[in-house]
């Protein structure tokens, strides 16, 4: 799926023509035998007992150019949209859903006599990631400033008179302010007040040292946690100010305390013409001793970005109502979906926002990193529950040239199945080279095909030119050969260890060689599909037709 390749060590020799004539020889196959692929008789879904399908894209099919959607209607059961149904596609900016091209496009194939395969609902690239990220924080949330100097009381600057704690000042009731490393809410210190009976509130006071500067009209919330050996109440002020002129004093009195640490919170919106304040504890008046810590002036308007369970239950709705929302929509329409695409990356580890880092990107979502593994789980839930019948698939890359990828993809598939979240089938791209080992080939459908589970071939093409010749490579006699002899064996050995059951079928990544992504997003020299850029059939399309045929 757009993706880079793993290409096996060793450098494809110079061939014929405008190379040299030394032969190449992979897998045990001459590559400079005399032409073996001139067989192009019928169509590959006219041989195949299994759904064979091409990916197409929308605007191809809606040219004049009626060669492109002549031959996939001509060879193939099935489509995959390149891109229409993929997240991006379809979600806005805002989050709503716009399914204009995509159901124009659905109607288009399925008035073409063509299935639909729906690709792809749970992926890390081409997603509408501005717009879940603005949920999670990532934008439109903010860095959270505590603007009260020394809020936990944490420094101290020993012999400093009338300042029990760095940035806090008494006004009265010297001596009674103590610096304490017990009884803290957080941290290692907290402040104790030893309050005398008798006396006012104002006779124990505690002030912050510097004015906090504000803006007038806006609202901040302070907050603070606070107990006492008993519980009383107790009053806090704000004294405001215009420029070095005092204002009116904010008084809250009958803020509670009580044997346990608890918080207290204020909203305050600062008057006209205020472009500064201080905090005062009024404490004096009750006998009792005092406990307060993570005193916290913020900007009400700047929301700190959620963490913990609280990330995780956004991400998940979000998960949650993206699946749903397509799903239900071509609900007895659309009968096979990928319903997670590329969970693991080219390490074998389960994607994360570090081993995937969106970079300068801006569609990248990586939602199993705030999901964890479970996030499989839950996607497969949630299709299954949109559509009862459906084809559910599991999809990744390198698959047959990554053992530990296999193997790790593997394991979650039998989770997956053990689990009973919906999922019905695995697909495996298969971007292969004309190099890719064939035992590696073999050895990855043997083990798809242990999980019990259906087995599609989901995005097949072959590239001919893995270690960039300069030239018409796609002029090469003796490297089509070798694509086509790559294609054939695909299908041979799928049919040879994934039981008849158990296939769920084969799309190739493309029509010609003009519009494959290969050449296009990746801009390589290269020729990987079945067609020529002037959709003429190719040796690779005798090869995988005598894949079909058994030949």
């Not at 290409?7 to 190379?19: E, K, R």
């Not at 045990?28 to 195949?48: R, W």
């Not at 006209?272 to 905090?279: D, E, M, N």
């Amino acid at each position: 799926m757009k993706h880079k390749l793993i290409i096996p060590g060793l450098l494809l020799l110079a061939v014929t023509g405008m190379y040299s004539c030394k032969k190449e020889i992979y897998n045990g196959a001459d590559s400079l035998a005399e032409v073996q692929f001139t067989d192009s008789i019928g169509t590959l879904k006219g041989n195949a007992s299994f759904p064979i399908g091409l990916a197409v894209e929308y605007p191809l099919s809606t040219t004049s150019n009626g060669k492109y959607w002549s031959i996939v209607k001509r060879e193939a059961t099935w489509v995959t949209f390149g891109n229409e149904l993929k997240n991006s596609s379809v979600v806005k900016a805002d989050g709503s859903y716009d399914f204009t091209t995509a159901d124009n496009f659905y109607s288009l194939a399925t008035n073409s006599g063509l299935k639909v395969f729906g690709h792809t609902l749970v992926w890390h690239s081409q997603q509408r990631a501005t717009y879940y990220n603005s949920l999670i924080g990532g934008t439109g949330g903010g860095t959270v400033t505590n603007l009260a100097v020394n809020p936990s009381f944490e420094t101290t600057t020993v012999g400093t008179t009338g300042e029990p704690a760095d940035g806090w000042q008494v006004l009265n009731g010297t001596g009674q302010f103590v610096s304490t490393t017990t009884n803290t809410n957080t941290g290692s210190k907290a402040l104790q007040i030893n309050v005398p009976a008798g006396g006012q509130n104002y006779n124990t006071q505690l002030v912050t040292k510097a004015q906090i500067p504000v803006t007038a009209g806006k609202t901040y919330t302070i907050s603070y946690y606070i107990k006492g050996a008993s519980a009383q109440n107790i009053q806090f002020e704000i004294r405001p100010y215009s420029g070095a002129t005092a204002g009116g004093v904010n008084y809250q009195g009958g803020k509670p305390v009580t044997t346990s640490y608890a918080k207290v919170s204020y909203d305050y919106v600062v008057p006209a013409g205020v472009t500064a304040f201080q905090l005062a504890f009024d404490l004096g008046g009750t006998l009792n001793t005092l406990y307060i810590d993570d005193v916290s002036i913020t900007d009400a308007s700047v929301v700190a970005p959620p963490t913990g369970g609280a990330l995780a239950t956004i991400v998940d709705n979000a998960m949650k109502k993206h699946i749903q929302t397509v799903v239900a929509r071509y609900a007895g329409k659309i009968t096979a979906w990928d319903v997670i695409n590329e969970p693991f990356s080219d390490a074998a580890e389960l994607r994360n926002n570090t081993n995937t880092p969106a970079g300068t990107r801006t569609d990248i979502f990586v939602w199993q990193s705030y999901l964890g593994r479970d996030y499989a789980a839950k996607a497969f839930t949630y299709a299954r529950a949109s559509d009862a019948t459906a084809d559910l698939y599991m999809n990744d890359y390198n698959l047959e040239s990554s053992t530990a990828k296999l193997d790790a993809f593997v394991t979650l598939a039998k989770e997956l199945k053990a689990a009973n979240t919906g999922i019905s089938g695995v697909g495996t791209q298969m971007h292969c080279n004309i190099n890719t080992a064939y035992s590696k080939i073999d050895d990855m459908f043997i083990k798809l095909a242990a999980t019990g589970l259906k087995v599609r071939i989901s995005e097949l093409d072959v590239r001919l030119n893995p270690s960039e010749k300069v030239g018409d490579v796609s002029a090469s006699i003796a490297l089509q050969n070798l694509q086509a002899a790559m294609y054939k064996y695909v299908i041979q050995s799928y049919l040879k260890y994934v039981p008849a059951a158990q296939r769920g079928g084969v799309l190739v990544w493309g029509v010609s060689d003009s519009d494959s992504w290969i050449t296009t997003s990746l801009a390589k020299n290269d020729a990987p599909l079945l067609f020529d850029k002037n959709y003429v059939k190719k040796p690779a399309f005798s090869g995988i037709l005598q894949g079909l045929k058994g030949n």
